[in-house]
């Protein structure tokens, strides 16, 4: 059972993703052309956002929408310490200083209390991951943060998830997208994006994403790069795009049957809740890599998303928020993910949940 499998996306959609890719190529334009242009209306609109910026990753995404909301040198960032890294990482190619903050243990979400604590003068944004496709609360993260201090979600594992307010990309200031290939949203190869409701913040986007040129070649603001999504990439996802939501609603299914084959066992592993996308089917267990080590004798393949916190990273220097990370800390002892991607079989999903209610 392997943990994920992205030539299947490929092989359901063969020949319009080759037609799509044919079409390009002999267009002759290959950056910024009318596929991009398009895929960045159809994307806006997916997000429930006035804007969305293509970019050249996920991580692209969050360090430009950083420096678009203010980070730079003597600026500060929070972000949770159990998301992987990408927005510490990010922050600190900005410039900024990274401040961890902890999450909520049941969740393993951003704790709102926690984020607001971490948050000092030189706090210009707090960046709230929608972890595993599960929507974070942003109103109440906002409600608890201090005035000014802008709100950037990742929802590089969420595209499509919502909470009662809205779509997850368009509750902050900024949103985060990246359609890595195992992404609910995947390009073959690199790609990301930005949403945002702000003029102002679309335009010092789209200068940031090409060299900061206010108009061609004039650099009229700092800190530009050249991040683009391809033409190639932008082409192949407007083929996906349609089938997100029918992917993301099998996904969630997926997340499901786990929960109710989990009952019962030592594994903790919650249905989706209502709005979330089932990216990854995250559970914990008290001997993590046992029942790891178990599965795959069993023959299914699992991963840890993620087992090291952002303070321990070996060559990451961030700083640990006034509450501490202890849920943090336990999240990354515990935490597995089984495979879980739209296209599994309904046989290989009871095999996978055989071999839970076995192993666990
Ligand atoms: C994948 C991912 C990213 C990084 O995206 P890339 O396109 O690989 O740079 C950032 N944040 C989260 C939560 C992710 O899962």
């Not at 960046?127 to 974070?136: K, N, S």
């Not at 595209?159 to 890595?180: E, K, M």
């Amino acid at each position: 059972m392997p943990f994920n499998e992205t030539v299947r996306e490929y092989l359901l959609l063969q020949s319009e993703l080759e037609a799509a890719a044919l079409r390009t190529l002999r267009s002759g334009w290959y950056v910024h052309g009318r596929e991009h242009s398009a895929f960045e209306v159809e994307l806006a609109t997916t997000v429930g956002a006035a804007h969305a910026v293509g970019v050249a990753s996920g991580t692209d995404a969050l360090e430009l929408a950083l420096r678009a909301v203010g980070a730079g040198p003597g600026a500060e960032v929070v972000t949770a310490g159990n998301a992987g890294g990408y927005a510490a990482t990010a922050a600190l190619a900005a410039g900024a200083d990274v401040v961890v903050a902890d999450v909520d243990p049941g969740t393993m979400l951003l704790d709102p209390e926690s984020a607001a604590a971490a948050c000092t003068p030189r706090t210009v944004a707090v960046v709230v991951t929608h972890l595993y496709g599960r929507a974070a609360d942003v109103t109440a993260l906002r409600a608890a943060l201090p005035d000014g201090v802008a709100v950037v979600e990742d929802c590089a594992q969420s595209i499509g998830a919502r909470t009662a307010d809205g779509s997850c990309g368009s509750l902050g200031d900024v949103g985060t997208f990246s359609f890595y290939p195992t992404k609910n949203l995947g390009a073959l190869g690199d790609g990301g994006a930005v949403t945002c409701s702000s003029d102002e913040f679309a335009e010092r986007l789209r200068a940031l994403r090409q060299y900061g040129w206010s108009e061609r070649y004039v650099i009229g603001i700092p800190g530009g790069r050249n991040s683009r999504l391809d033409e190639l990439q932008a082409a192949l996802l407007r083929v996906k795009l349609p089938h997100l939501a029918g992917w993301n609603a099998r996904r969630r299914e997926i997340v499901a049957e786990y929960a109710r084959a989990a009952e019962g066992t030592e594994l903790v592993l919650h249905p989706p809740a209502a709005g979330d996308v089932g990216h990854l089917a995250v559970g914990r267990h008290p001997r993590r890599d046992e029942f790891a080590a178990r599965l795959a004798e069993a023959g299914v393949a699992t991963a840890v998303h993620y087992p090291v916190p952002d303070h321990r990273q070996p060559a990451l220097t961030v700083r640990v928020g006034p509450t501490g990370a202890e849920a943090v800390e336990q999240a990354c002892a515990e935490v597995v993910s089984l495979p879980c991607f739209a296209l599994l079989t309904d046989a290989e999903v009871e095999a996978v949940c055989a071999a839970v209610r076995r192993c666990a």
